[in-house]
């Protein structure tokens, strides 16, 4: 029996990948669990393991493709699995076509408006096929739910649409000579397919996401006492604290005040839709050899200092070792970056795709501030910045989230114990 292999989806919110790597060659055979082809995401990389023996005839799409999930990649067959020749492909029946998948860095075309200023329900893959073939969308009946149109209505359109006849040409004019424009000096190397995914993604969730922005300075001093002298406390066996533990602890108590905060905006119901989370989870920041990651951490709201702080280390690891999986990224509505260790007062960071705020911490600062007195004294600032989805929140409502993490900074008691 011929079967058709599909790109998996590795994740709630996958909707494409990159073919990393194949691991099998046409006319291979392989066994149930033997690893077939690697997928990354933006995130992780993931193994594909084969569930049942069989021998692989084709594969549809080369290594370094983007394609979108379900979409054919290879045929194999269960006849001979595991030992002996391949299938002749002659034999084999004839492999459906393939539905267009687009490069991995091709750019993100913007939904396309009417002359009328409506907008033009079309999937991202749709306006990627009508720029490749020449078909305005306009004229373009969608099959789609609520008319949206699909790569299927575009490829239609493509071929029943006549043959444009050349205009007149007006008779040549000397053109004036422009002067030579050189390229820009420097060496141009091809991102990886993370990289280019990555860059991808970020510059649809900038563009598409109306960000706003709110910075203010939490007074730290007793904080930084607190975590020095937990530390202190070598013979307990407790986990080290750091200024992300403590910053992690106080977004997840404010976040356990404030639910309404833990909430996203869902672009897959037409029309959208706002989508409850109520779970508690705060995704972290962490810089590995791959690049810049950020999985979740559950129940973040809930945990006592101490356990956070040894799960949170536990994740790091698994992260700079390569071994996070899908499940690590799944949920969480605000994310922390903490890039205080590389001398920085304020961090003003891009929402991650599928959240809807991100609170970047910058370094820990001395300054003079006036008491109520006027006389100046020395205080320790940590810079903070909340970036925040206006289609979610107001400013009033993320001011107060804000707020409540200074205060929970600022009387740094409250974070040892649950919210």
Known sequence: MVRELVMPKLGLTMTE?????????????????DVLLVVETDKIASEVEADSDG??????????????????????STDGAGAGPAPEPAEAPAAKPTPFAAPANTRPLPAPIRADGERILSTPLARRRAEGLGVELATVAGSGPRGRIKVA?????AQTRPTPQPAPQPAPQPAPQAPKVEAPAGERSKPTTLQATVARRLTAAKRDVPHFYLAAEAEVTEL???????????ESG????SMTHLVLAAVGRALAAMPEMD??????????????????DVGMAVDTPRGLVAPVLRGAANLPLDRLAAEAAALTRRARDGRLTEEDFQGGAVTVSNAGMHNVTYMTSIINPGQSS?????SVRSVFR??????????????????????????????????????????????????
Do not use: K
């Not at 991100?358 to 910058?362: A, D, E, Q, R, T």
């Open 17 to 33: 990948g990159v073919l990393a790597e194949w691991r099998v060659t046409p006319g291979q055979p392989f066994r149930s669990g």
């Open 55 to 76: 021998v692989l005839i084709e594969t549809t799409i080369p290594a370094g493709e983007t394609v979108a999930v379900g979409t054919p990649i290879a045929r194999w």
């Open 153 to 157: 209505d575009v490829e239609a359109a």
């Open 224 to 234: 930084a006492a607190l975590r020095d002298r937990l530390n202190a406390d070598t």
């Open 238 to 241: 407790l986990p080290r604290i």
């Open 263 to 280: 909430r996203v905006w869902d672009d897959e119901t037409p029309g959208g839709a706002i989508l409850s989370l109520g779970r508690g």
């Open 358 to 362: 991100i609170l970047g911490v910058g």
């Open 370 to 419: 006036p008491d109520e007195a006027g006389a100046p004294v020395l205080r320790r600032e940590l810079g903070l910045v909340l970036s925040a989805d206006h289609r979610l929140f107001d400013g009033v409502t993320a001011l107060a989230f804000l707020n409540r993490i200074i205060a929970g900074l600022e009387r740094p008691l409250r974070l040892l114990r649950a919210a």
